[in-house]
């Protein structure tokens, strides 16, 4: 894989730049200060994305290289696969995924897998290469290649760990100390103490001792239960029983209550009845005390029937006079005086009559007084009888028997004897409530403790997981360590040996990773030192050339090398040897060099080495 050319539009101080590279050796040569580092940032964040989270950074890459005005933060990078299929990518870095292109300038983004943080995946799909891989091999820069004496052992442990796992920052035998301590501090040993498995042990022992303690309350428990429950059903009984006798009794009550009202109105009645004789007897004495007015009353018919006969004869007997004297005397004074026995005839009538009426008159008014306080009597007899007939019905319909009557005594005693036994039944299971209260707690407590019990020992199996996938992984470790000694490691061993024997003109010959002295050095002689004590210009040289060579192992395609300032320190000599080696031992592989000096353009051109330089 190879990147051809590249396009920013504008990204951090670079804007409107181009450039175009070569299959092989490129020198990009600046100043100080020129972009060199954020035109690597570029090629790195156009494969993978920018990042804005600092990552440990003072400021993230997306602060650090946005535009200061409103220009657009984008560029376009094209890139050949060994299978000579060609890509471009173009991102704008303000958004989260780039546009894919193929060689058609077909869109093919969403052929690829889209991460929800890392975003589209489509560089790592293509080469197996993810960015951290990325970043700790294909590309190298100076603070990577050059360290300071004190310094020197942490090198020596970045190559140990490369030759031993494959890996630089990863150390088996410091992966194998935190494991085994992890499995210490976060479980324990049987013979540690105040560890987790240690603590959970002594206190599941505990607890199950206080466990069988408290199990003797369980019994005690079951027996009140038992006995609470019989007398609650005891006391529904007789709640229920009681409650039967009390409806019963309110119906007795009632039905004694109608019966006094039923006597109430029997009383009634017969005081009506009684009334109805005084009244009756009052208008007999009326009768009585008024009887010469009633047969005044009738004298008076009789009187008038005698007066109204006496006028009428006297009346005839007058005309027959008059008749007589009128036809015999004929004499005018005789004539004259019998005409005058008419009036007084007629006088004598009305006298007589008034006399009769004026006496009519004083009876009739007694009479009407009588009959009045007679009637009066008479309409109260009439009404108090009406009174007495709807009395007589009402009594007739709520008639009680006397002998429900005659039970309520005995009800109430019976009531009485029901709630004395209620209230003892109820005392009775208050004492209970009061002893299972007390042993309550105890029991709750008892399941407190089962509970622990059971937590404590899903802890423990937890813990003997933990343990048991520790000591896998520990197992898996040591299979793959002893894998990678059997395969990897030689490969790198023997890869290390050549190179260091190129670079030191055979003063050095062999290196070999061992499990007691780690990285060791064979000198000229035959004997073994530690690689900490070679020089740190060798073991920079060495470690650099290590890392090149993890180059051909990460991925099926020949990944471009990316050098930025990786030989600032290296002497003339040094840096001679390192670019004649790369130069031929990895022909075939694009290499970008950043450099501010010149050393490298013209040692290339000393070896007569072809190379593309390119000026910022």
Not at 153 to 174: H, P, W
Not at 324 to 340: E, H, K, P, S
Not at 450 to 472: D, F
Not at 566 to 581: C, G, H, P, S, V
Request: hydrophobic share 35%.
């Amino acid at each position: 894989m190879k990147i051809n050319k590249l396009k920013i539009n504008a990204y951090g101080k670079l804007k409107e730049k181009e450039m175009e590279f070569e299959k092989n050796m490129n020198i990009i040569y600046g100043k100080n200060e020129v972009g060199k580092s954020t035109l690597l940032n570029f090629i790195t964040n156009s494969f993978y994305g920018i990042s804005k989270n600092k990552n440990g950074k003072e400021i993230s890459d997306f602060e650090k290289y946005t535009p200061w005005v409103g220009e657009d933060f984008s560029g376009k990078l094209e890139y050949e696969l060994d299978n000579q299929e060609k890509f471009e990518i173009f991102r704008d870095f303000r958004k989260k995924n780039p546009k894919v292109f193929n060689e058609k300038m077909e869109d093919i983004s969403k052929e690829f897998n889209i991460d929800k943080n890392k975003g589209n995946e489509f560089f790592y799909e293509q080469t197996k290469v993810d960015e951290a891989l990325f970043l700790s091999t294909i590309l190298v820069n100076q603070q990577e290649v050059k360290l300071e004496k004190q310094e020197q052992n942490v090198l020596i442990q970045k190559i140990a760990n490369l030759v031993g796992t494959g890996e630089d920052n990863v150390s088996y035998k410091r992966a194998m100390d935190r494991i085994n301590r992890r499995i210490l501090d976060e479980i324990g040993t049987e013979r540690s103490r105040e560890k987790p498995i240690n603590i959970l042990s002594k206190e599941i022992e505990e607890l199950t001792k206080e466990k069988e303690e408290l199990e003797n309350y369980i019994d005690i428990k079951y027996e009140i239960e038992e006995k609470r429950n019989y007398l609650i059903s005891e006391i529904e009984k007789l709640e229920k029983e009681n409650k039967i006798l009390k409806e019963k009794k309110l119906r007795q009550e009632n039905e004694r209550i109608e019966n006094e009202k039923i006597n109430l109105k029997i009383n009634l009645k017969n005081e009506n009845d009684e009334k109805i004789n005084s009244i009756k007897n009052k208008i007999n004495e009326i009768n009585l005390e008024n009887k010469n007015i009633f047969e005044k009353n009738k004298k008076i018919d009789l009187e008038k029937n005698k007066l109204n006969k006496k006028i009428i004869i006297l009346f005839l007997f007058i005309i027959l006079i008059n008749i007589w004297q009128l036809i015999g005397i004929r004499n005018i004074y005789f004539n004259g005086m019998f005409l005058l026995t008419v009036p007084i005839g007629l006088a004598f009538s009305f006298l007589s009559k008034n006399k009769i009426k004026k006496k009519e008159k004083n009876i009739k008014n007694n009479l009407e007084k009588i009959n009045s306080e007679i009637n009066s009597l008479n309409y109260e007899i009439d009404l108090l009888e009406k009174n007495n007939i709807k009395l007589k019905e009402e009594i007739d319909e709520n008639k009680i028997e006397k002998n429900e009557i005659n039970i309520l005594d005995d009800m109430n005693r019976e009531i009485q004897n029901l709630e004395n036994k209620l209230n003892n039944k109820k005392i009775e299971l208050h004492t209970l409530q009061l002893d299972y209260q007390n042993i309550a707690p105890k029991i709750e407590n008892l399941s407190d403790i089962e509970e622990k019990i059971v937590n404590h020992k899903e802890e423990m199996v937890n813990l003997k997981k933990l343990e048991k996938s520790m000591n896998l992984a520990k197992q898996v470790l040591e299979n793959s360590y002893d894998k990678m000694k059997n395969t990897v490691t030689p490969k790198f061993t023997d890869k290390l040996s050549e190179t260091i024997a190129e670079i030191t003109k055979e003063k050095y010959k062999k290196v070999r990773l061992t499990d007691d002295m780690g990285l060791v050095v064979e000198l000229e002689n035959g004997n073994y030192i530690p690689a900490s004590r070679l020089s740190i210009g060798t073991i920079d040289q060495l470690y650099l050339s290590l890392r090149l060579a993890m180059v051909e192992e990460l991925s099926e395609e020949k990944m471009p090398i990316i050098l930025d300032e990786a030989f600032a320190y290296y002497d003339t000599e040094r840096l001679k040897n390192i670019l004649r080696y790369m130069a031929e031992r990895f022909y075939g592989h694009q290499m970008i060099i950043f450099t501010c000096t010149n050393r490298e353009k013209e040692i290339l051109e000393e070896l007569d080495l072809k190379f593309n330089l390119i000026e910022m």
